[in-house]
């Protein structure tokens, strides 16, 4: 069954309000993307009907991860690479571990990058090393996707149900404390958390899709 999102923008315009986000510059984000030197191609073969497990920067030491099937949110990548495992899927925002997000795609990671209007100058700084397999933006662009989404963990998961996956599995998701592998984040972190926690409650309630938290 079809993921929609109209739901969302309801979500992405109180997103706005409350952290003051502009939509004009998130607009104006998608269109200078377009000038980077990528093509726009669709990865849903890559996801649909497959079983996944997304990891967030809140992971614990104790936790265990597939070596396979395997999607981590920026920060998260560090603790995939300090347990030898190199993920299937990276979904970043790249304010978390550069390094490690450069060296995992020339290691066999495929990378999403989300561009949005504080971040151009580290997506075109570093899109070139990355190669990412798609960018994407807050709103659509003829140049872009958007699956909708806020933090990179939640962003994750509505991508996966919007590409028609079989299951997600979401492992390291702390909603009350910053996780270890968050990387750089801002005052508000916190209440970012929050809005995650809310918008995959969502999703539980739209999906028919095997959703599962631990």
Known sequence: MTFEIDWWWKFQD????QFQFSKVREEL?????SRLTFTKSSIKSSFVGRDFVVVGAGLSESSELPNENLIVADG??????????IPEWII???DGYIPDIVWASQNGSNVIIHAHGDNLSRVSLYSNQIKPKCITTTYPSPHTFSWGGFTDGDRSL????SLECNSVRLVGFNFEKIGEFTGEYS??????????KKIIKECQKRTSTHLSIE
């Open 187 to 196: 005052p508000r972190k916190l209440e970012k958390l929050q809005w995650a």
């Open 158 to 161: 509505m991508m996966c149900l």
């Open 92 to 94: 970043s925002d790249l």
């Open 76 to 85: 998260a990548l560090r603790a995939s690479l300090k347990r030898d495992i």
């Open 14 to 17: 109180e997103i706005n309000s």
């Open 29 to 33: 984000a998608a269109k200078l993307v």
